[in-house]
């Protein structure tokens, strides 16, 4: 018997088991204020209460990446204190606006499991879930893990690999979203002219922006989720496991692509759902990241007339990987310099 908690290894989950887990977090005007001093987004609902009202809301709200991040950092020490890394995303639907506060807190039901062929780690399916002070979900995605095995000689389970849908259906975006004066924008406050129906499919946006990541700074982020994992701060033992540093937390990438992407998007307001994501190669202290994305297509959203939803693929990569000409992301996605791929719906006015 330990008092201490060494974690879930691989061998320890099983479909349908769930987790509530610890602990409750109050969002705080400070917490706000480290993520923008962390990441910089400059998009003007989540930095102005004034710029916030004037639309229709009742203060500024939380960044939705903040959010993500504190409810996902609730789920480390149950799911991923064992990761190896954690490797993507699916079904992820940014559902009430939350305003500091505000309390979250995180539950989680294993969804899939699948042994890898080393027979030393394996891949966990889960669904996890924030729920706010009233009980009101707030956030529900589906992630996939891997962890180390802690026993090798633990049998493998049987295969399940959950049925994701490819993308969240539109209908199922910004349903509790209150209603936007879109007369009341002000797109030089905003800091940029273009609404939703500026965008076409296809169209490619070079984010001008490239960010080195540093290592105190990403490790005082991912404190600032309350996010255990080890791989992004011991160094000693990822060194003794072969790796070359602490693992950057993907959610780091997220980010700072996300911020990146105010040059282009300046006027997407919200994410709304993340289809799909994945940490296509590991990051660490020391690489310069730059972003660009494409427009995959535009909806318009049932009973919204206020704005609509954009389809948006971002892409991620570090140092030069942006130097050399692409025809489109899948021709990029091919080279080694590509670390995020991020499949979201972002709100932007009409």
């Not at 203060?59 to 996902?72: E, K, Q, S, T, Y």
């Not at 509790?176 to 905003?190: F, R």
Request: charged share 20%; net charge negative.
């Amino acid at each position: 018997m330990t008092k201490t908690n060494q974690g879930n290894f691989f061998e320890s989950f099983e479909i349908g088991q769930t987790f509530k887990h610890a602990t409750p977090r109050t969002v705080t005007a400070g917490d706000v204020a480290l993520y923008n001093a962390i990441y910089g987004p400059r998009f003007a609902l989540q930095s102005s209460d004034e710029f916030a009202r004037q639309l229709g809301y009742a203060r500024a709200p939380v960044d939705d990446l903040l959010v993500f991040h504190m409810v996902f950092g609730k789920t480390v020490p149950d799911i991923s204190l064992n990761a190896v890394a954690n490797l993507g995303y699916a079904q992820c639907r940014f559902l009430e606006p939350v305003y500091p506060g505000d309390t979250l807190r995180s539950e989680s039901e294993v969804i899939g499991l699948r042994q890898n062929s080393n027979g030393k780690s394996g891949i966990v399916y889960v669904r996890s879930r924030g729920f706010n002070q009233k009980d009101a979900t707030v956030l529900d995605y589906v992630r996939w893990v891997m962890v180390r095995k802690g026993n090798l000689d633990a049998p493998a389970p049987e295969a399940t690999i959950p049925e994701l849908d490819a993308a969240v259906a539109a209908d199922q975006l910004a349903t509790e979203i209150p209603a936007i004066d879109i007369d009341a924008l002000d797109t030089e406050l905003s800091g940029s002219p273009h609404r939703w129906s500026d965008y076409r499919q296809g169209e490619i946006l070079h984010h001008g922006e490239a960010t080195t990541v540093e290592e105190a700074e990403h490790q005082m982020a991912t404190r600032l989720y309350q996010n255990t994992a080890r791989v992004h701060f011991n160094l000693y033992a990822q060194k003794k496991s072969g790796f070359p540093g602490r693992l950057i937390y993907g959610g780091h990438i997220i980010s700072l692509a996300r911020a990146q992407t105010f040059d282009g998007l300046g006027n997407a307001f919200h994410m709304a759902a993340i289809n799909g994501g994945q940490h296509v190669a590991p990051t660490y202290a020391g690489d310069t990241v730059s972003s660009v994305s494409v427009i995959l297509k535009s909806e318009d959203l049932p009973g919204r007339s206020d704005f609509g939803a954009l389809r948006v693929r971002t892409m991620a990569v570090k140092d030069d990987g942006l130097e050399d000409s692409f025809k489109d992301l899948e021709e990029l996605r091919q080279r080694n310099s590509v670390l995020l791929d991020l499949d979201c719906w972002v709100l932007i006015p009409k």
